[in-house]
């Protein structure tokens, strides 16, 4: 039977519509267009089948969702915030807060090296001197996609990871900070471990640090990330931590 009106197809149908629709275009337009197509797009049904779709989810996905479209969008959303973290593109997006003896430098990871670092994508690290080296990035929440009423009323867990490693011959202090800030960079939740005091003679192994923000007060639009470190024999050159790999990240990983 022909069909005069889009209207008329069954609901079924329109659903499967729908998933192919950009999620932006369905919210801002098609949303508007009348009450049936308002109602099938807010159903918990066309998410999940979203979700599905773009290989969010997996047919037995298990785990309990509070609202399948917020969800949907913070799977959309998922990355690591932070640019250039593997010294790919030199110091390319990175701030040189602190640039001291012999200044920050990028070197490569040697073979030996990747077989030992958990991800063997990473060729690259920065390292730091004999006086302190710091560098900095900050995430700007909206233009990354992450509108304020997301951020304010869902409040998504925010991951920071970071790996550093001294050098075995050397010993060197690694230091980390991250704060989520307002609109006015006022601070808003901070994470700054103790500084990590690694001797001369150490296994010079990758270590992971890694924080979770959570249950933050609304506000949050800016994510600042510093890290670096110094060498503790004050030689001339670069023996200080070796950083590489960090990553913030907001809301439920991929499966």
Same mark, same amino acid.
């Given at each position: 039977?022909?069909?005069?009106? *889009?209207? /008329?197809?069954?609901?079924? *149908? ?26 099938? *797009? ?28 917020? =969800? ?19 110091? /390319? ?32 690290? =920065? ?56 609109? @006015? ?27 979770? =923000? ?10 600042? =990330? ?9 030689? @001339? ?12 990240? *907001? ?5």
């Amino acid at each position: 039977m022909a069909v005069g009106n *889009i209207n /008329e197809l069954p609901e079924n *149908i329109l659903l499967e519509l729908f998933t192919h629709v950009p999620a932006r275009h369905l919210l801002l337009h098609c949303r508007l267009v009348c009450s049936l197509w308002r109602d099938l *797009i807010d159903l918990v049904t066309l998410w999940k089948r979203k979700c599905l779709r773009e290989g969010f989810i997996t047919e037995d996905w298990d785990q309990p969702v509070a609202d399948w479209k917020i =969800f949907y969008f913070l799977r959309s959303l998922h990355r690591n915030l932070l640019h250039n973290p593997c010294a790919e593109e030199g110091f /390319e997006f990175w701030s040189l807060d602190v640039n001291g003896g012999d200044e920050w430098k990028v070197e490569d990871l040697s073979r030996d090296q990747r077989k030992e670092f958990p991800n063997d994508q990473v060729k690259k690290y =920065f390292v730091t001197s004999y006086y302190t080296c710091l560098k900095s990035q900050v995430v700007d929440l909206k233009a990354e996609g992450y509108w304020e009423e997301l951020m304010d009323t869902t409040r998504p867990d925010i991951e920071v990871k970071d790996w550093f490693a001294a050098r075995p011959d050397c010993g060197s202090k690694y230091q980390l900070c991250v704060q989520l800030l307002s609109s @006015a960079h006022a601070p808003l939740g901070t994470f700054q471990p103790d500084p990590a005091t690694i001797q001369q003679k150490s296994d010079a192994k990758w270590r992971e640090v890694s924080h979770t =923000f959570s249950n933050y007060p609304p506000g949050v639009r800016y994510i600042w =990330f510093q890290h670096g470190g110094v060498d503790t024999h004050y030689w @001339a050159g670069w023996y200080g931590p070796r950083v590489t790999n960090s990553s913030i990240t *907001i809301g439920p990983p991929l499966p």
